[in-house]
Nanobody
Framework: QVQLVESGGGLVQPGGSLRLSCAAS????????MAWFRQAPGGKEREFVA?????????YYADSVKGRFTISRDNAKNTVYLQMNNLKQEDTAIYYC???????????????WGQGTQVTVSS
């Protein structure tokens, strides 16, 4: 069992930056592929943002965030991060971290989810 707790969300102006953190419980954090998803208001589906391999060497990003967001992890601290720069209003969403054993898992293949943290980009 893995418990995930996100933090770091908030209100930021367009062009600003935020760093999200996701702390995981348990001693098996390094065996999981970690990812960030987000769900925008208005009933939109939860969408993939970024993911990182177990050792942190391989990362993948959605086209909409490529070049602006960076995912990283610290296995010694059981934590995964999402550095978000040059934020846009369309980045407004609840951001969730998730864990899976399968690097190529689709959204439904993630085994554990956090409760989410709100990110609002507005002037």
């Amino acid at each position: 069992q893995v418990q995930l707790v996100e933090s770091g969300g908030g209100l930021v102006q367009p062009g600003g930056s935020l760093r999200l953190s996701c702390a995981a419980s348990g001693r098996t954090f390094s065996t999981y592929v970690m990812a960030w998803f987000r769900q925008a208001p208005g009933g939109k589906e939860r969408e993939f943002v970024a993911k990182i391999s177990r050792g942190g060497r391989t990362t993948y990003y959605a086209d909409s965030v490529k070049g602006r967001f960076t995912i990283s992890r610290d296995n010694a601290k059981n934590t995964v991060y999402l550095q978000m720069n040059n934020l846009k209003q369309e980045d407004t969403a609840i951001y969730y971290c998730a864990a899976t054993m399968n690097l190529y898992a689709a959204r439904d293949g993630y085994d554990y989810w956090g409760q989410g943290t709100q990110v609002t980009v507005s002037s």
